[in-house]
């Protein structure tokens, strides 16, 4: 079987027409780092590949399916990114580039001939949502939840799954608001195809994938193309285009500038708490004048420590 250092990939031990695909970094909460897109997308080609397998689970290791991106890195750090550029004026097609080959590298799931089902506990949250949102199907503890936080600020889904899975009313809802929902929510409002108890949640999701595994493949394929081509029709491509420009925006914006000057400042954490409490975002030239500010006391912090050598 293929070796991977986000992921696991196998199949099913007792019954081989399932994959199962395993997020595996626990220590994490299985947060995507530069390497995890790449390789969801080999794991997919190495399932698509194999002619036993009909149907690939996707889960998540330790407490829950995948917390998003690592961004207490983007966020605290100061390393230099594509997404995160900090040494030189923005460039927004060097961003686009990097956040679009993660959006394709997830939507590898969606692409795949074979059905794919999201296994969701605990968390499946900011880019972990993408992930889930873009496997066919969705099985969700009860007390499991997903959303996408970073819509109040330094962030835009780039997979722009929510209005194709929600309807755009909802879809607005949780993009205006950046709220999470529990598993019987996103049940109840067709975003998950079942919630169900947490102890239920493996043999129900097994059984789902099971009944499908006795689907021939190439009927599998077709329906799901069908499927897939009114979704295209209905502007995906170019909706997830629109969606990766501006996901770069709002990380270099005025207000995403003030986030990621203000989390480096005084931790992760504390900006999570501000962004998510409801509490006003500063915007526009209050937020410009709160980053001069903390880049000024950033500049006499070091020439602090520079007369201290």
Same mark, same amino acid.
């Given at each position: 079987m293929p070796t991977y250092t986000t992921l696991r990939i196998d199949k099913d031990a007792n019954q081989p027409r399932i994959a199962r695909l395993l997020l595996n970094r626990p220590e994490r909460l299985n947060a995507i780092n530069d390497e995890m897109p790449r390789e969801i997308r080999a794991a997919v080609d190495w399932a698509n590949a194999d002619d036993e397998v009909h149907v690939i689970v996707v889960e998540g290791a330790g407490k829950g399916f995948c917390g998003g991106y690592d961004l207490s890195l983007f966020g605290e750090g100061e390393i230099d990114h594509p997404c995160q550029q900090e040494r030189a004026p923005w460039d927004p097609m060097v961003?686009?580039?990097?956040?679009?080959?993660?959006?394709?590298?997830?939507?590898?799931l969606w692409r795949? =001939?074979?059905?794919?089902?999201?296994?969701?506990?605990?968390?499946?949250?900011?880019?972990?949502?993408?992930?889930?949102?873009?496997?066919?199907?969705?099985?969700?503890?009860?007390?499991?939840?997903?959303?996408?936080? =970073?819509?109040?600020?330094?962030?835009?889904?780039?997979?722009?799954?929510?209005?194709?899975?929600?309807?755009?009313?909802?879809a607005k809802e949780m993009m205006f608001t950046g709220n999470v929902i529990d598993g019987r929510t996103a049940a109840a409002w067709g975003l998950a195809n079942?919630?169900? =108890?947490?102890?239920?949640?493996?043999?129900?999701?097994?059984?789902?994938?099971?009944?499908?595994?006795?689907? =021939?493949?190439?009927?599998?394929?077709?329906?799901?193309?069908?499927?897939?081509?009114?979704?295209?029709?209905?502007?995906?491509?170019?909706?997830?285009?629109?969606?990766?420009?501006f996901d770069g925006i709002t990380r270099?914006?005025?207000?995403?500038?003030?986030?990621r000057r203000y989390a480096q400042e005084a931790g992760f954490k504390e900006a999570v708490q501000w962004r998510d409490s409801g509490k006003p975002i500063p915007e526009g030239d209050e937020a410009r004048a709160l980053v001069r500010e903390m880049d000024a006391r950033k500049a006499a912090a070091n020439q602090a420590i520079e007369k201290d050598k």
């Open positions: 961003d686009y580039a990097f956040m679009k080959r993660n959006t394709e590298d997830f939507m590898s795949s =001939p074979k059905p794919t089902i999201a296994k969701v506990h605990g968390a499946a949250v900011a880019g972990g949502s993408d992930i889930a949102l873009c496997c066919d199907l969705l099985v969700m503890a009860d007390d499991a939840r997903i959303g996408y936080m =970073p819509t109040r600020v330094w962030g835009c889904p780039t997979t722009a799954m929510w209005t194709y899975r929600l309807g755009a009313m909802r079942e919630a169900v =108890p947490m102890d239920r949640l493996e043999a129900v999701t097994m059984a789902l994938a099971e009944r499908i595994a006795g689907v =021939p493949r190439s009927h599998l394929a077709m329906h799901k193309m069908v499927v897939n081509q009114a979704m295209l029709s209905m502007g995906l491509e170019q909706t997830q285009m629109m969606a990766t420009v270099h914006n005025p207000e995403g500038l003030w986030f």
